[in-house]
Each structure stands twice: as C-alpha cells, then as structure tokens.
C-alpha cells in the first residue's frame, strides 16, 4: 500500500483572517487581553477555518481501538479483553467518550483497527480490522510495512469522512490495553529520551509496574535499533495500529484544511511522529488537555504545545479534547458576538 | 438595617450522597481515578445537591455594578464612565457575561448598586443604587453601616430569587472602575499582606500605575487601622457596594443550600470575607477560574481552592466562572451516564 500521500503539503493558513481577528479582538468591549488564552484560540481558528466569524459546532471524533502483541509483557493494570469490551462500551453509550459526544452533540464513530477478538458488528463501529494485534515489539517488529501503511490511511480515511461531513473540528481518540507503552516506546525514539522518563503508571501500574514497563521498552529500543530521523520505522517497530491512525489522520486533517483538537498522551505522541514526518501538520493543531499521566509533558514540551485544560484527567478515548470543545466554542462566541467600543459607547482606556 | 443574617446556620451537606456518589464513580468504566477534578467535582455536587444524578441545568448569573470613589486617585486604566457604559452593554448583550450567558442558556441579571450616574430603565437591569458610587476610601469609609447592610441584602435578595427560579448553580459576578483597587485593600486587611505582593494592573495599569495603587492602598489602611478579625468593619471602610453585593450572596447561597461557582480576584475575595463572616460558606463554594490577576494566587491559597480553570482571563463579570460551567456540567453528564463495569459486561483491573 502506498504512503506517498503523507508528505503532501498541508493547507496554508490564511493570514489577512488572522489579522482581521487580531483587530477585532483589539476593539471588543474588554481590557485588551483579559480573554487570555480565548483570544489567541479565536484568532487562530479565524486563521485556518479562513473565516472572519470562526466555528466548532460540528464535531466530529473518531476513536481508533486495537490491541498490542506488547501487553504479554505484563505490562497493563487490566486484561487485554478490555479492548474489545469498551469497543462495545462505545458503541453502546457507556463509556466517558460516548457520554461527552452525546452533550457536545458531536458524530461519534469508534474504528476497530485490530482488536485480538472479532467484536460483533455494532452500530456506529467500522470493522477495519487489519490484524488480530499488533505483534509483541520486546521480540520483533509490531507490525509489516504494510500493515502500517494500512493504519495510517485508516486514519485518512476517517478524516475525509468528517470533511465529507462537514466538520468544523477533528478529535481523535484511542483504545487499547497496552497502548501507553507503544506510545512510550515511540517517544523515546524520537526525542531520544530514556524510558523511564517517559514511562508511566497508564490504567494504574504500581511502581513496581512501572519500572517493568520502562525495562521492557528500554529493551525493545535496544533491540530495535530506531533512529529519531525515521519516525515511519518507529511508528512500525513499537507502534499500535490506533497509533498510526491517529498519526495518519492528524497529517490529512492539516493536508484537508481541517482543524485538530489533539487528546492527551498517546494522541499527542501519534500528532509528535505526524509532525516529523510532516512539519506543516503543527500548524492544525490545537491541544485539548494536558494529561495526569507523567511523560504527556515531555511530548507537548516537543511540540511547544500549551493544552487548554489541566483537569487531572489520564482516560484517553478522546475525552480531554472533548472537554475542550467548549471552551473553543465560547472563544469563538465571545470573538463573533462581542460588542466593538463603538457599537455599545462605551470609553476607552484613558 | 439589620445584618443579623449573616451569622445564621449554612445548610448541611448531604454525607450518604457524597458517599453513594463516590462509590459510583469506582464502579464506571474507566480506570479508578481517570477522570481527575472531574470525578470530585460530581462527589461534591451530589453531596451539595443530597442527590445521586447531581445537575447543573440552570444557572443563575447575578453581575452586581457599582462605582467606587477611590477611583478619583487615579488607580484604574479606564474611565470611570465605563461602569455605567458596561451597565448598558451588559443589558444590550454586548459584554463577555452577555454572549456566555446566552451560549449557556443562562439567566443574566445586571443589578445596579451604584453608579455614579443614573442609568436608564433597561430589561434585566434592576435598580437598587445605594449612592452615587462609594466614599473614596483614601479619604475616608467608603460606606456607611446602613449602606453596607444594604449591599449585603442586595446579594441576598439575588440569591433568593435564583432559588426561586430552581437555580442549580449561582454564579455571582462584578463590574465597577476601580474595584481591583478596593478588592486588594479588603485582602490585604483581611490576610495581613503588604499591598506590594496584592496590587496588579487590574485593567491595565503599568507598573508605575500598579506602584501607585499599592501605595494609595498602604495609606488608607493605615489610615483606617482595620483588624483581620472584623470582615465587615473591612468590607465597610475599603469595600463597595457590588463586592458586599457579592459576599452577602454566597452567605446566602450557603444558607439556602445553592452552590456557587465564585469567578476571578474580586469575587474570590468577597468570598474570602463570606468565609470569615461565615466560615460554613466555603463548604457551599467551587472556584471556576485563576485570574491572570497576580493577587488571585494568595487569595484562592487563603480559601485552599483550586479554580476548574487556567485561561489567563482577567475580565470579571463573571467570566471565569461561566467558562466552567460546561466543565462541571460534563462531570455530572459522566457521573450520571456512564455506564458500571458490570452493566457493560467490561473487566476490571488485574
């Protein structure tokens, strides 16, 4: 399966809307810059939706569920046949992720990109199973050129879905017992940082856990031999299947012009390798929630990322970027429907 | 008038309610924990609310304006005619509070308690001027008893009409030139703190301007030679009128059982002088926002309350705390609709 597609250039930023926002804000009825961090969210929503009046109100979130080879290593809190169920969790209405597109009144579809059991087929999940799991990445590579490249255009695949749609705002979440050590290993390849900087407790790993978990990754790295100049072989060599749709849809949505709400961890380590094989993605995303879990810092230091929200939370799914949907909707509320000085009279600073 | 009010009993927290809820969220498909503040911030509603499926559906946002003549010292970036201005823009649905309160679908009120000139009869501003904005407190008491009894009973009032109305949630905000100045006096009185660690730029002063507001605060307090121990004899000598507003508010939403959702600097420290005046208040108070008001930090410390949000906003008016409405609306969406591990047929933890 070809991947040329990826390094295609991303859509260009309109900069006579960014300007046009920087002067409005400059005019509403506020001190200039007491709307904080609303301000520069609106602007640079104006700068890539091209709009003088920017939007989030159709969200669209795919989660990407799979499961890792890696989780032999005792590596998870919880059994890997929790993939699986919280796929049906999903696409039943339980889970946190399910809950919040509800509220936010957002499209919500769960794509099974390889869980090691068949899940029924269920309503508003895609069977695109590419494989029962990765393979276990402690003893060989996670998955084949081709299984990679399949992922990734899953990922694409899934962003022209929410463009067909009409989107205003791509989330991506993710699934799978196991994926924060996938999504470790990746980060310490390409910031070349050791493991047990990066490692963390995940679902809930004790220290002892964690250290396990560093060890097994320091190994696999060891093994594998991964350069930081080659984010495609480290995507292949300790990545997940969700991991590269996550990667894949964040460099189509900056390809397709279409703004990223990025989640925590494991999302941001999948827009980090999207990055470096495509720089201008940066320029599409913006970052929901800054995670409990430790290493989460670190990757959002790498990007020179500052995330909206800092709620503690550490569930992925998508749910830290949801939580953030509505700030980004008041930023733009406020940017469109504010009173200018001149329209309400009221005097400006002396 | 009579303040006797103020010291009467707050209404209990519900125990058997934050406990069922906590179990509950030990029991939803999500490891222990995952969802961070979110997960107490439901404990706490329901134990507040005596409910299982605690809610925040309708709110009640009460901005009490009022001028202060301390601004004839020149502390504030902006006229003082801005007050009345704002009054205007508020009741036009120009101001911040005005576009927020409409995305929230939110009851707006705007209650006058003191510009410096009269303003118009306008739909959802009630008129209840006390005087022609407060005594400048460098000078002299910024109010007389009976005008601060007043103030206090305006906020009550307030608070007795949202309860009216089926308020799940009280958000009381501010607007008067000048009142970061008055705001940081009662702090520094109330906290024992030098003027030089409370005083910020408020609307936008420089430093010279910011020097020049500690200094007018440090000889007015040492003209009035207030004690720490009598909040209201504070209140009274370097307050104003919509800060009392707001203090007597949050007593009597901690009397009547409504929680409150404090915003910024000014609020929080009205709600630092509720807790002193009352110190059972602060079971029945949330903090929505850090203002990028330096003196904030201190205050919040002095309540030990961590704000929902970190926006670098600085506007008032309620602002901060209407941003995170939709926070804690979401907590009690999670809380009350996610599914347990047993009803998804989900595993738990190793």
Known sequence: MESNWLTQPCAALNESSRDAALARQGQLTKPPGALGQLEAIAVQLAALQAAAQPQVE?????VFAADHGVAAEGVSAFPQAVTAEMVRNFARGGAAISVMAKQLNATLEVINLGTVSVVEPLANVRDERI???????AQGPAMTEAQLAQALQAGRAAVLRAKQNGAHLFIGGEM????TTAASAIACALLQTAPALLAGPG???????????????????AKHQLTQSDPLSV?????????AGLCGAYIAAAQQGLPV???????TVAALAAV?????????????????EPGHQRVLAALDAQPVLQLGMRLGEGSGAAMAVHILQLACALHNGMATFAEAGVSEKD
Chains 1, 2 share one sequence.
């Open 261 to 267: 709400l990025v989640d925590g961890f494991i999302s």
């Open 235 to 243: 995507l292949r060599h300790v990545g997940g299947f969700e991991i």
């Open 276 to 292: 470096r094989i495509n720089p201008d993605v940066r320029n599409w995303l913006l970052f929901g929630h800054t995670s409990a």
């Open 203 to 221: 679902t809930g790993l004790d220290s002892n856990g964690v250290a396990h978990k560093a060890r097994v990754i320091e190994q696999a790295l």
């Open 58 to 62: 159709r969200v669209h979130i795919s």
């Open 131 to 137: 494989n029962a799991g990765t393979a276990n990445f």
């Open 176 to 179: 799978g017992i196991a994926n």
